[in-house]
């Protein structure tokens, strides 16, 4: 699993507990069902059976693979909308091309993060390159759905690239764990991700008998996912393996720990830390648009139909088959 790798030993460390800081104690723990996605690509719908208030502020998230591709093998997916919510598409390992109506594009790679603001309504593909689906190869990635606030379900769409080399990379107190910080604030320190909706995303590898314990914003929420691997989280150390994600409670810090032997091809537990400041507001999610009621979702619709959405650029990306 490539993403960004550092010497841990050089990095700055996150600092240890406060005598008063609780940890955040585990509330649930549900393994994502598999699926396929756009074109035919598999995922682990990783959010599917959490309720909707303890995700809040976000409504999806696939892990796109881990797979090995065959030569014409991969898959992604054709030109379709959006509205009312963020997509943040973060490739850990392999290649994806992204384009969009209002010009962001470009080739998501190896540790890099694509962050399309949808706001008002955006056309965008997703696809691998042409040299991916000819010669096949490992692809891995997340895609998280982040909602927008009602004040900006209407704002101007937006694109950030962000390379795997910009975001901000720290050390567990001990250097057993390795911790990239691609948006909101992890100790003090700040990842390069802008976003409408407070929230912190962070990827976390940590060594076989290792530990992770690091402050998270009280007024977040806090979801750990794991991609691959195994271990325990929270106070009373609750066993959580590749697939399954772990909702927490209040508090002041999340706490991990990798299992001393872990699968073969693994050296490490690898997990998602995400949380973010709720926006309690109504949510109507039908299909790719995320609005606060019925009647906004079928305004999305007809401006969709009516092709206010931009349009496909000419000579645009197009799926491989």
């Known amino acids: 699993m490539p993403a960004i790798t550092a010497d841990t030993l050089t990095l700055p460390r996150i600092a240890g507990p406060e005598p008063a800081d609780t940890e955040r104690p585990v509330r649930s723990i549900t393994t994502g069902p598999r699926g396929f996605e756009g074109e035919g690509f598999p995922v682990v719908r990783a959010f599917a059976g959490v309720s909707a208030a303890d995700l809040d502020p976000f409504i999806h998230m696939d892990q796109m693979g881990e797979i090995e591709y ?7 997916t054709d030109w379709h909308p959006h509205r009312g919510f963020e997509t943040v598409t973060y490739m850990i390992d392999g290649r994806f091309a992204h384009q969009d109506s ?15 603001t949808a706001g008002a309504g955006i056309l965008h593909i997703e696809t691998p390159p042409a040299e991916l689906v000819e010669s096949g190869g490992v692809f891995h990635g997340i895609q998280l759905w982040v909602n927008l ?72 929420n806090a979801l750990v996912y794991v991609l691959s691997g195994r271990g325990s989280v929270g106070p009373v150390s609750h066993p959580i393996q590749q697939g399954q994600l772990a909702v927490l409670g209040p508090g002041d810090r999340i706490a991990l720990a990798a299992a001393g032997s872990q699968d073969s091809h693994r050296s490490a ?5 995400l949380g973010g400041k709720p926006i309690r507001e109504p949510v109507f999610h039908y299909g790719p648009f995320v609005m606060n009621s019925k009647s906004e979702v079928i305004e999305a619709l007809e401006d969709f139909n009516a092709g ?14």
């Open 70 to 76: 065959q030569p014409g093998e991969p898959r992604g």
């Open 308 to 321: 206010r959405f931009g349009t496909v650029p000419p000579n645009a990306l197009r799926p491989h088959h």
């Open 269 to 273: 537990m690898e997990v998602l830390l």
């Open 102 to 116: 209002h010009g962001g594009g470009g080739l998501i790679t190896d540790g890099a993060t694509q962050w399309m």
């Open 149 to 220: 606030p009602r004040a900006d379900k209407f704002a101007t769409p937006r694109y950030q690239a962000i390379e795997g080399r910009e975001v901000q990379l720290l050390s567990s107190a001990d250097g057993g764990a390795l911790v990239r910080v691609i948006a909101g604030e992890v100790d003090g320190r700040t990842g390069p991700g802008g976003t409408h909706t407070p929230i912190t995303l962070a990827h976390a590898t940590i060594a076989p008998g290792a530990r992770l314990d690091l402050p998270w914003d009280r007024r977040f």
